[in-house]
C-alpha cells in the first residue's frame, strides 16, 4: 500500500498536542474511496479532516449546512430527527465505513436531521466542493454513490412500512429482521451487530424501552435469540420470521 493513502490527525477540536493521539487511516479502506486513482488519493488526503466525537456528542445538526461529506471511521452513530413535540425519533444507525451527510450535499441544501454519536466517534470530514468533484469525475464514486442511493430508498421504504405495523411486539421483530446480517459462506447464523441499547430501538421505532426489553426477553427464553452485550444472533431465523408474519 502506498503511502500517498495515509492521513495523520488534523482534528481541529482534539484535545492539547500533548495529550492527542497520532491517528492514521488509510484511505483506500472507506468503501467510497478505495478505488480512487494515485493522484485523486493525493488531492483526497491534502483535504480531509479528522474530528473526534464524545458518546452523545451532536456530530452534524438538522438545518444546518451541508458543507461536505462525512465518513463513520470508528464507533457508531445514530441519524435522529425531532418530532414538533420535542420527541427524538431514530432514523438509523452508521457503523464504521459508512458515509453521511451526502443528500444536502448534492441538494445544496440544509441538513434534513441530526446525527448523533452513540459511542466515541473518529469522523473524516471531506469539504464539499471536493466531494463533489469526486461524484461527478470518479467513475468508482459515481457509481458507489448509485448504488449506494438506491439502496437509502429500498431502505427507508421498507423503514416506513415497519412503522405503520400497529403490534409492537411485530414491529420490534421486523426491526430485527430488517437489521440482521445474512449468514456468509461460512453458514453461520444471522446476526444483527452493534445492537443498539434498548432505548436506541425503542426511539426508532416509536416504542417504549420497556416494551423492547420485554420483546427480546420473550425471544432469548424462546430460544430464537442469543443476545451478548453488542451482538444479537439469531439461533431460529425461522421462528423469528413466523412471529413477524404474526404466525
Do not use: C, W
Amino acid at each position: 500500500m502506498s503511502n500517498t493513502d495515509n492521513v495523520k490527525d488534523k482534528d481541529s477540536n482534539a484535545a492539547p498536542e500533548e495529550n492527542r493521539q497520532n491517528i492514521q487511516i488509510h484511505l483506500r479502506k472507506i468503501p467510497l474511496l478505495a478505488e480512487l486513482t494515485d493522484e485523486e488519493i493525493i488531492r483526497v488526503k491534502a483535504e480531509i479532516r479528522i474530528r473526534r466525537h464524545a458518546k452523545r456528542e451532536v456530530v452534524l445538526h438538522k438545518g444546518g449546512s451541508g458543507d461536505g461529506l462525512l465518513f463513520l471511521l470508528s464507533g457508531q452513530l445514530q441519524v435522529i430527527d425531532v418530532t414538533e413535540d420535542g420527541r427524538a425519533i431514530g432514523l438509523r444507525i452508521l457503523a464504521p465505513g459508512d458515509f453521511f451527510g451526502e443528500i444536502a450535499l448534492i441538494n445544496n441544501s440544509t441538513r434534513s436531521a441530526s446525527v448523533v454519536a452513540m459511542t466515541e466517534v473518529l469522523v473524516a470530514f471531506l469539504p464539499a466542493p471536493l466531494a463533489m468533484h469526486l461524484f461527478s469525475h470518479s467513475p468508482s464514486v459515481a457509481s458507489h454513490m448509485l448504488k449506494h442511493l438506491a439502496q437509502k430508498i429500498q431502505r427507508d421504504s421498507e423503514f416506513r412500512a415497519l412503522l405503520s405495523i400497529n403490534n409492537t411486539a411485530k414491529r420490534i421483530y421486523t426491526y430485527l429482521v430488517l437489521m440482521q446480517r445474512k449468514p456468509g459462506e461460512d453458514g453461520g447464523q444471522p446476526v444483527v451487530e452493534n445492537l443498539p441499547t434498548h432505548q436506541d430501538i425503542a426511539n426508532m421505532i416509536n416504542t417504549s424501552r420497556e416494551t423492547v426489553t420485554r420483546a427480546l426477553l420473550t425471544l432469548v427464553q424462546q430460544g430464537i435469540v442469543q443476545k451478548d452485550q453488542h451482538k444479537l444472533t439469531i439461533l431460529d431465523p425461522e421462528a423469528l420470521q413466523k412471529l413477524v408474519q404474526g404466525t
